[in-house]
């Protein structure tokens, strides 16, 4: 009996690649989101194109556009990989899970949750706790993380929970303090700067001081946790994340040499790929979270 040899099925990996590029707009931007190279993500693409015997991307001088067979599976697709991730996220739920993984911020991981970890783990001793560093926020319903912790600016795939809005305000070492009365008093001094966050200078300086006319410039920092150490090392002035300078506020290392802070247009969220079970480890972990956010909230009212 001859047993005919099977179509091919399209490639898993070529399509998460063409799915990625086309929700993002660009190869580069969906190699950030896989963790691999522009390059991988072009060759992905075109093993996708050379099964399907269709263009999916016209390449332009500048980036790709989608073709309109392209554009006409993008949504599907999307929707596919998200089942894909809710039955991975299923099977693991419905296993013995003595893992929490979290995704967090670098600056949020150095600076906040860091000094939190220990009562995190005293939650439940017999969970292990993760921590992974990332500059965006992971898509929840694809990615494997429990938890993520992120400044966002808009609602991010999972189920949000609003810890706090950011609030900016220079920041520096006691010693830079003293002479620091007003903002005209700021000509003249380095002004240290996040590469993350490039405008806090001019977004803080615009509202307290309009036609200010200050030279903010000075050296900027890819991890803000250097720039917030050069800061309390007495190098220059740095434009405060409130939830971030926090504990170098409290002991003293860092003063608000200003009363004048800006609410800005992103929140610290805490995000779960499902909502968290009542008195689940997950949910407890945001609680205690929650709660000592608004403790400190409390305190500097």
């Known amino acids: 009996m001859l047993t005919p040899p099977k179509p091919k099925v399209p490639p898993l990996n070529a399509l998460r690649a063409f799915e990625s590029a086309a929700r993002l707009g660009g190869f580069s931007l969906a190699a950030r989101e896989l ?17 399907a015997g269709a263009t999916l991307f016209e390449r332009m001088t500048h980036g790709v556009r989608l073709t309109e067979l392209g554009k006409s599976t993008v949504d599907e697709l999307g929707s596919a990989f998200d089942t894909l991730g809710k039955v991975a996220l299923n099977l693991r739920d419905g296993g013995t899970q003595n893992q929490i993984r979290i995704a967090v ?16 783990r005293a939650i439940d001793p017999l969970t292990t706790i993760s921590i992974t560093a990332l500059d965006r926020p992971p898509n929840l ?6 938890l993520s912790l992120f400044f966002c600016a808009e609602k991010q795939p999972g189920n949000g929970n609003e810890l706090c809005r950011d609030k900016i305000f220079p920041v ?4 830079m303090a003293s002479r620091l009365k007003q903002p005209s008093d700021l ?4 002004f240290l700067h996040d590469a993350r ?3 806090d200078w001019q977004s803080w300086l615009n509202q307290v001081a309009p036609g200010h006319g200050i030279d903010t410039s000075g050296p900027s920092f890819s991890l803000y946790s250097l720039a917030q150490q050069e800061a309390e090392n007495g190098a220059g002035i740095l434009i405060g994340h409130e939830i971030l300078v926090q504990d170098s506020l409290r002991k003293g290392s860092l003063v608000a040499p200003f009363g004048e802070s800006l609410e800005i247009d992103q929140t610290l969220m805490c995000a779960t790929p499902a909502p968290a079970r009542p008195d689940s480890v997950i949910e407890k972990i945001i609680r205690k979270l929650a709660q000592d956010t608004k403790a400190h909230i409390e305190n500097i009212q």
């Not at 911020?105 to 995190?120: F, K």
């Not at 520096?172 to 010693?175: G, Q, T």
Request: with cysteine; glycine share 6%; net charge positive.
């Open 35 to 51: 963790n691999v190279t522009p390059g991988a993500i072009a060759q992905q693409v075109k093993v996708l194109e050379g099964w």
């Open 105 to 120: 911020l670098p600056s949020i991981a150095q600076l906040w949750l860091s000094p939190r970890l220990p009562q995190i």
């Open 141 to 146: 319903l694809r990615e494997p993380y429990d």
């Open 172 to 175: 520096c070492a006691p010693s």
């Open 187 to 190: 000509r003249g001094l380095l």
């Open 197 to 199: 966050w490039i405008n």
